[in-house]
């Protein structure tokens, strides 16, 4: 069983739609977790970073954390065709002296927004 | 502000040969990881430089090692290149000691084929 388990998709949806994307894991030591964003040839983009349970927004984008299901979500509203890219979860345990621990990811969903 | 650079960004070589791919962190980080990222993959953790040293490494052979130089840039090396080594190889830096408040931050990744 992988650690961070993450659906590939391909997601498709129709401008404007709301889009949720989600992955499970299963190390309960995870502290810290983010949601990449991919464009084709691109490298990871960063969008959203949490620490520990609870809710985050920005913009149009809010991510969820349960720990206690060990389930992590992204939502995006007002979904645009510009949204149309691979997302990635990513979570690590954190905290090590010095700085960042390495991360974990899911394989990535692809998500086609179509106008 | 320079975000972090990589180079070649395609590279073509033969099995058995050795690669050597380039970094350049982010302005004012000093920590550097490299990923690999497979077709359709999530990235995954190869090692991480601190201080010149290697910090922390992932699941990788010895055939994968790297070096960070005093300025923070750094290089992976990997010898006797196998066909299963052909991926999108990922260099990302984030400032060390800043914890939470620093995320990694991607480079656009070197396409390394190996035929």
């Known amino acids: 069983q992988k650690e961070v388990e993450q659906d590939p998709g391909p997601l498709s949806v129709p401008e404007g739609a709301i889009v949720s994307l989600n992955c499970t894991y299963s190390?309960?030591?995870?502290?810290?977790f983010m949601w990449y964003r991919q464009y084709s040839r691109k490298g990871p983009e960063l969008l959203m970073y949490t620490y520990s349970s609870g809710n985050k927004e920005d913009g149009r984008f809010t991510a969820q954390v349960d720990k206690s299901s060990k389930y992590i979500s992204l939502f995006i509203r007002d979904s645009q065709p510009s949204d149309s890219a691979t997302y990635l979860c990513a979570m690590s345990v954190g905290g090590v002296s010095g700085g960042y621990n390495k991360l974990i990811f899911g394989a990535g969903t692809r998500l086609a927004v179509h106008p | 502000d320079a975000g972090v650079t990589q180079s070649p960004t395609h590279l073509i070589k033969t099995r058995g040969q050795q690669v050597t791919l380039r970094c350049s962190p982010k302005?004012?980080?000093?920590?550097v990881s490299w990923y690999q990222q497979a077709l359709g993959q999530g990235p995954q953790f190869i090692f991480q430089y601190y201080e010149e040293e290697e910090r922390q490494r992932g699941n990788f052979p010895d055939r994968f090692s790297g070096h960070q130089f005093p300025n923070y840039s750094s290089e992976l090396n990997v010898n006797a290149l196998l066909l299963g080594d052909s991926a999108l190889y990922l260099c990302a830096s984030t400032l060390s000691g800043q914890g939470a408040s620093s995320p990694l931050h991607f480079g656009n990744g070197t396409r390394l084929t190996v035929t």
């Open positions: 190390n309960s030591a995870f502290q810290y």
């Open positions: 302005s004012g980080h000093d920590t």
